[in-house]
């Protein structure tokens, strides 16, 4: 399903060139889990937002990332979008800045259903409110219409691994998923 083969990743910066990512290789069949452990700082966060191509403008990758055979190091952001939601998604480590704090929890959760399952409003909606269930959510119809900065840490951190499953994705990156907690 994935298969990484020397991937750099590196930033310039004003102080020069930073290599976070230096010649990894890997290779993940469906339905196994691969952990990638480190020290704080090693660059497991930025392998795997390169290989889902969520890389900032400074940034330089090169090797190669096949998933489901399909060559993706290089494809545009228009390109990722097709993958990212229902091929690939991730749990963000900081579930503090990861979600957009002027839309509703249901926003944004509903949002990539909408674009790669085709539901309606109505079904969104229930899907939704059975995903904030399964993650522990008590109250889902309430939650639904919260702000995150309504919520707690640990709730935040619930609504990223909701957003994250929401559409059943064939690959799941796991940022610290547990930081919140």
Known sequence: MLEVADLHTSFRSDRGTVRAVRGIDLQLQRGRTLGVVGESGSGKSVLSRSIMGLMPSNATRTGSVRFEGAEILNASSKEMRGYWGDQ????????????????????????????????SKEQAHETALTLLTSVGIPEPARRLRMYPHEMSGGMRQRIMIAIALACGPKLLFADEPTTAL
Not at 96 to 109: D, F, K, S
């Open 88 to 119: 690939m998604a991730m749990v963000f480590q900081d579930p503090m800045t990861a979600l957009n704090p002027v839309l509703r929890v249901e926003q944004q959760i509903t949002e990539s259903l909408h674009e790669h399952l085709d539901l």
